[in-house]
C-alpha cells in the first residue's frame, strides 16, 4: 500500500501569509495526486487534481506542484476561510486510493 | 447542478450491518462512478472502495474486502454501500464521491453510524 504522509501536521498563520503544505509518498505515485479542503462539520472539498490543475471554482491563490513522491499544496495568501484542514490523495494505483494523514491550518 | 443527498444517521449494535444510501442528480448518472470514505470522530480521511455504474464493476480497501459491499440501481440513480459485522471502530461519517476519471469532484452530505451497544 502506498502511504502518504504530511507535513507538519499543524501548520499556524496569521491571515495574508503563504502556505505551504507538503505530501510525500512511499513510493512514486507519478502526478495521480489530489488535494482536498475540509472545514468542520463538512464533506471535503476538491481544491487541486492531477498535482497542479485547480478544480471548477477553486480561487488562483491556491496552486499545486510536484510528481513523483513530492508534492506542495501552496496558498499565496491566506483568506479566514481558508483554515481548515487540508488532506492528499493518491490514485497511481486506481481503482485503489489513499489518504495522506492530514495538515490543519489554523490563525496563528 | 450536480447533488448527492446520503441517507440519515445510523445506530448500530456490534454485529450488526448498516447499509448508506447516495442518491445522485443533475448529472447522467452511468458517466461517473462512486467512492465512499470515511472519517471516525476527530481523525482523518479513509478511502474504503470504488463502483463502476456502467458495469457494477467494484474494488475495495484490502482491510475491509470481506465485510463489504457496494452496489448501484441506475432506474433510481442511487448508490449504496453496505458494511456487515459492525465493530465499535466503525463509528465514524461515511461519504459518497462522484468519481470524475482522476478525482472524486462532488461529495454527499455524510452519514453519521454510530455502533454501540
Given at each position: 500500500?502506498?502511504?502518504?504522509?504530511?507535513?507538519?501536521?499543524?501548520?499556524?498563520?496569521?491571515?495574508?501569509?503563504?502556505?505551504?503544505?507538503?505530501?510525500?509518498?512511499?513510493?512514486?505515485v507519478?502526478?495521480y495526486l489530489a488535494?482536498?479542503?475540509?472545514?468542520?462539520?463538512?464533506?471535503?472539498?476538491?481544491?487541486?487534481y492531477?498535482?497542479?490543475?485547480?478544480?471548477?471554482?477553486?480561487?488562483?491563490?491556491?496552486?499545486?506542484?510536484?510528481?513523483?513522491?513530492?508534492?506542495?499544496?501552496?496558498?499565496?495568501?491566506?483568506?479566514?476561510?481558508?483554515?481548515?484542514?487540508?488532506?492528499?490523495q493518491q490514485r497511481s494505483n486506481w481503482p485503489l486510493a489513499?489518504?495522506?494523514?492530514?495538515?490543519?491550518?489554523?490563525?496563528? | 447542478?450536480?447533488?448527492?443527498?446520503?441517507?440519515?444517521?445510523?445506530?448500530?449494535?456490534?454485529?450488526?450491518?448498516?447499509?448508506?444510501?447516495?442518491?445522485?442528480?443533475?448529472?447522467?448518472?452511468?458517466?461517473?462512478?462512486?467512492?465512499?470514505?470515511?472519517?471516525?470522530?476527530?481523525?482523518?480521511?479513509?478511502?474504503?472502495?470504488?463502483?463502476?455504474?456502467?458495469?457494477?464493476?467494484?474494488?475495495?480497501?484490502?482491510?475491509?474486502?470481506?465485510?463489504?459491499?457496494?452496489?448501484?440501481?441506475?432506474?433510481?440513480?442511487?448508490?449504496?454501500?453496505?458494511?456487515?459485522?459492525?465493530?465499535?471502530?466503525?463509528?465514524?461519517?461515511?461519504?459518497?464521491?462522484?468519481?470524475?476519471?482522476d478525482k472524486?469532484?462532488?461529495?454527499?452530505?455524510?452519514?453519521?453510524?454510530?455502533?454501540?451497544?
Amino acid at each position: 500500500e502506498i502511504v502518504l504522509t504530511q507535513s507538519p501536521a499543524t501548520l499556524s498563520l496569521s491571515p495574508g501569509e503563504r502556505a505551504t503544505l507538503s505530501c510525500r509518498a512511499s513510493q512514486s505515485v507519478r502526478s495521480y495526486l489530489a488535494w482536498y479542503q475540509q472545514k468542520p462539520g463538512q464533506a471535503p472539498r476538491l481544491l487541486i487534481y492531477h498535482a497542479s490543475n485547480r478544480a471548477t471554482g477553486i480561487p488562483a491563490r491556491f496552486s499545486g506542484s510536484g510528481s513523483g513522491t513530492d508534492f506542495t499544496l501552496t496558498i499565496t495568501s491566506l483568506e479566514p476561510e481558508d483554515f481548515a484542514v487540508y488532506y492528499c490523495q493518491q490514485r497511481s494505483n486506481w481503482p485503489l486510493a489513499t489518504f495522506g494523514g492530514g495538515t490543519k491550518v489554523e490563525i496563528k | 447542478q450536480v447533488q448527492l443527498v446520503q441517507s440519515g444517521a445510523e445506530v448500530k449494535k456490534p454485529g450488526a450491518s448498516v447499509k448508506v444510501s447516495c442518491k445522485a442528480s443533475g448529472y447522467t448518472f452511468t458517466n461517473y462512478g462512486f467512492s465512499w470514505v470515511r472519517q471516525a470522530p476527530g481523525q482523518g480521511l479513509e478511502w474504503m472502495g470504488w463502483i463502476s455504474t456502467y458495469n457494477g464493476n467494484t474494488n475495495y480497501a484490502q482491510k475491509l474486502q470481506d465485510r463489504i459491499t457496494m452496489t448501484t440501481d441506475t432506474s433510481t440513480t442511487t448508490a449504496y454501500m453496505e458494511l456487515r459485522s459492525l465493530r465499535s471502530d466503525d463509528t465514524a461519517v461515511y461519504y459518497c464521491a462522484r468519481e470524475a476519471y482522476d478525482k472524486s469532484d462532488y461529495w454527499g452530505q455524510g452519514t453519521l453510524v454510530t455502533v454501540s451497544s
